[in-house]
């Protein structure tokens, strides 16, 4: 029956990618190295990473657009190290959206079925039936350069979906739209992937697309990678002092600080004050016989207090909604983030205040701000440390 | 006041109007002395029918030397060879500079050799191309008339069905590294991603290369077959050195033909109507290439 070749007649199940010991060396420079990874089938996984990382070379070396100098990937359970890009059965999405710019947009969508060799009547119902769904049916018979950003990028998602593959790969889809149109478009993606049931691999930069849009996130840095979680896990338990500092908007703040006490009563010195460690943290601190440690603290878990045990100067206050952030220095010039819900109207710049860690307890009924202001022990929640040499993290 | 304003502006207008062609003056009198004064003069000699010897008054003959020439059977077969010249050498030229271009576009171990093998025709000038050509079409020492079963006799040149085809030859071959580092510069900046897309969406190579790459390359093809087209109906030195336009006119393309009309048989006026038509077929030629460009070809980016 000719109807079988038809993607769309054919239930298609999303499937697994795994990378396995993965690496790929250009000459002498790694690119990606030791590499291990499963998405499961129907999974949104997103790869999280600075520029230069490495993460769109995994999506290349998944696509086939790269050989592997080392390692397995597996597609569907398949292995296709050895199998060209155009038998891998997966559609790729470029941050550039690679819209062919001398065809229209039923063209640009119909061309994965026409290299395929589908017949012809079939493949135009299939466009139509995907260009109604992202609400292109109206600009089918435009080229490319006629279209917004948007549309744009919906023209190259119509083009991944078209075929039902096995698998996406995004590579920054949402990079070159506007603000507004990247929070719509995010939505978007999610109930695409929600309604396709499909496997997406999703390259991004941005930590709030990763944490927003991702089943589970991988960071990955210098080549590496570093952790892999659901956005709660990497966000409450980063692996590492990289991951701590970049996924969190703002950024966690980062201080050195010396280790000085004895038993469980532990304090983090640095320039402009200390922190008294909790004594979980502190015997971690203590069995690792460490004299020096990374504190990471969220913006949020750092209150303003009447007297407190950190110093620093206020430099910029911003106002953002009902919230305000407060940018200070230490005299070390160190910057630090401190997000409060307290009215910074009287803040100045130059202004030199206290800080303490600690959780606004709002929810919580019969507490006085006086008393939430001077919390008297640190929750070990709110505290990150990290090991100075290799940033691994301390847990208690 | 309104009216003295309007005045005042005007006066301005034609100031600045005035020195602009003050600046564009110089450049002016060159195009003037050097091309607009010799093409007038050209088509005022074409008015002269030239005596068929020496030293005697020209005649004033108006336009029936171009009626009479235009419609000549020395004429119309001269306009055949060069049309069946371009024929033989623009599109086989493209094709062959696309495929090298294509070859020496893939990422392999030495193909800078190769790009520089495959360019290397551009430093080498029609005097030189030609006789490297005369020597291998050579009846007694040839290496192509060996290859060609065309040893011993007059030669290949001198053979009236391979003489065009020949002379088509050397010019491909001469003209090809031009062609070919112009395709690869095309091939260049069509986009990776587009072309990887492509792999990933299924294209086989060819499928590939039929829907994306060569709809990329038009604009430059299109220019190469302007800049070839050209190039042939003015190619004189290859024919000059190797056929001199026999055998039995076979190779007698147009621009030879003037050569013939003007330093052989001193005929400056059928000269004269001969430049001209030269002239106003490649004008409109370029013209309609030009018409067929806005419409027809895709540019990127746009």
Known sequence: MAGAVLSSDVDRSPAAVSLEGVSKWYDNVPAVQDFTIDAEAGEFLVLLGPSGCGKTTVLRLIAGLEIPSQGVIRIGGQVVNDVDPRNRDIAMVFQSYALYPHMTVRRNIEFPLRSRGHPAPARSRMVEEVARSLQLDKLLDRKPAQLSGGQRQRVALARAIVRRPLAFLMDEPLSNLDAQLRIEMRAELVELHAKLDTTIIYVTHDQVEATTMGNRIAVIDQSRLQQVGTPREVYEHPANAFVAGFVGNPPMNIIRGHLEGEGDAMNARFQDGYLQLPPVLAAAARRENLGEVLIGIRPQDLQIVEQGTIHATVSLVEVVGSESRLVCRFAGGQFITVDTDRDPAHMRNGDVIDLAVGRPRREQQGVSQEELRSLPEVPPEALHLFDVASGRRLDP | ?302
């Open chain 2, 1 to 302: 006041m309104t009216s003295r304003i309007r005045s005042l502006t005007r006066l301005k207008a034609i100031r600045e109007a005035g020195l602009g062609y003050l600046w564009i003056l110089p450049a002016l009198a060159v195009f003037g002395v050097f091309v607009f004064f010799p093409l007038l003069k050209a088509i005022w000699l074409g008015f002269f029918e030239t005596p068929p010897f020496p030293n005697l008054p020209a005649h004033f003959v108006g336009l029936s030397q171009y009626a009479s020439t235009l419609s000549s059977e020395i004429f119309l077969h001269s306009l055949w060879r060069t049309v069946l010249f371009v024929i033989f050498t623009v599109p086989i030229g493209i094709v062959l500079g696309i495929a090298l271009a294509t070859l020496a576009h893939q990422r392999l171990a030495g193909i800078r050799v190769f790009r520089t093998i495959f360019s290397s025709t551009v430093a080498t000038s029609t005097a030189v191309a030609s006789v490297i050509f005369f020597t291998l079409l050579d009846p007694q020492v040839g290496l192509f008339s060996y290859w060609l079963g065309q040893r011993g006799g007059t030669g290949i040149l001198a053979n009236p069905t391979l003489a065009l085809p020949a002379v088509s030859v050397v010019t491909i071959w001469q003209n090809i590294g031009f062609t070919f580092i112009l395709m690869s510069a095309a091939l260049q900046s069509v986009p990776d991603d587009l072309l990887e897309a492509a792999r990933i969406d299924g294209a086989s190579n060819w499928f590939r290369f039929r829907t994306v790459t060569l709809p990329l390359l038009s604009p430059t093809v299109f220019f190469a077959s302007i800049v070839g087209i050209i190039g042939s109906f003015q190619a004189f030195g290859q024919i000059d050195l190797l056929t001199q336009g026999g055998p039995n006119n076979h190779t007698l393309v147009l621009i030879y033909y003037i050569y013939q009309a003007a330093y052989t048989d001193s005929n400056y006026g059928l000269a004269a109507v001969l430049s001209i038509a030269l002239f106003a077929i490649l004008l409109v030629l370029t013209l309609a290439q030009f018409w067929f460009f806005e419409r027809r070809v895709f540019y990127v980016g746009t």
